[in-house]
């Protein structure tokens, strides 16, 4: 059974420009959660997706914002980026509700802003 | 809202020792608590849960209890191994409402040979 897959692994943009960054959760996982791991802050909760609706979001700015496509992967668009954006992007998904099952990470997306 | 504070790192520990990190949360309901580890170059990975007071999470030779009382979450191991190098996570979901894990800041383990 394939992974999370995530892609780009690594993203280098200018401040000001737009971000893509691309999840494909494993065959069966509806659900797919957004982190942002930023050096020395732990993960901070982006996005819940779920059956293609976004569910919650947590204390971002709107110019985080995602979708999920039609075959649960996802999508999470960064506007205006800013170099405090400079962080590991880690996706997650799941099949169960996730206060009794686990969440399946991908290795993330690396991005930097400079 | 909710919280984790774990201990911060790194933790460095000879081969065979005891380990533990503490964890403690703040949450305002009944919430499911767990312990992800990061191995170099990996993602996140599920090492061990509990899902209600007093329940013992056990895996891999690790173990946390629940404890309501004292809202914390240890992770201990008798006798750590090299290959256990790797960051610790805390985190809980509550059973309602937002339903995403809260994850605390991370704990690096190195151990030596």
């Known amino acids: 059974e394939a992974g999370v897959t995530q892609s780009p692994t690594h993203l280098i943009k200018t401040r000001g420009q737009q971000a893509t960054l691309r999840c494909s959760p494993i065959?069966?996982?509806?659900?797919v959660y957004w982190y942002q791991q930023a050096l020395g802050l732990g993960l901070q909760f982006l996005l819940w997706?779920?059956?293609?609706?976004?569910?919650n979001r947590g204390n971002f700015p709107p110019r985080f914002s995602g979708r999920q496509f039609p075959n649960y992967s996802s999508e999470l668009n960064v506007n205006a980026l800013e170099l405090e954006d400079s962080a590991l992007y880690l996706c997650?998904?799941?099949?169960?509700?996730?206060?009794?099952?686990?969440?399946?990470f991908g290795n993330g997306t690396r991005l930097t802003v400079t | 809202g909710d919280s984790v504070t774990q201990m911060e790192g790194p933790v460095t520990l000879s081969e065979e020792a005891f380990l533990t990190i503490n964890c403690t949360y703040t949450?305002?309901?009944?919430?499911?608590l767990f312990w992800y580890v990061q191995y170099p170059g990996e993602g996140l990975q599920l090492l061990l849960k509990?899902?209600?007071?007093?329940d013992k999470g056990s895996n891999k030779g690790f173990e946390a209890t629940y404890r309501k009382e004292t809202t914390s979450f240890h992770l201990e191991k008798g006798s750590v191994q090299v290959s256990d190098s790797a960051v610790y996570f805390c985190?809980?979901?509550?059973?309602?409402?937002?339903?995403?894990?809260?994850f605390g800041s991370g704990t690096r383990l190195q151990v030596q040979p």
């Open positions: 509990a899902t209600k007071a007093d």
């Open positions: 997706y779920d059956e293609g609706e976004e569910r």
């Open positions: 997650a998904g799941t099949g169960e509700e996730i206060y009794n099952s686990p969440l399946h």
């Open positions: 065959s069966g996982h509806t659900s």
């Open positions: 985190a809980l979901s509550e059973k309602t409402g937002r339903r995403a894990l809260t």
């Open positions: 949450a305002t309901g009944y919430p499911s």
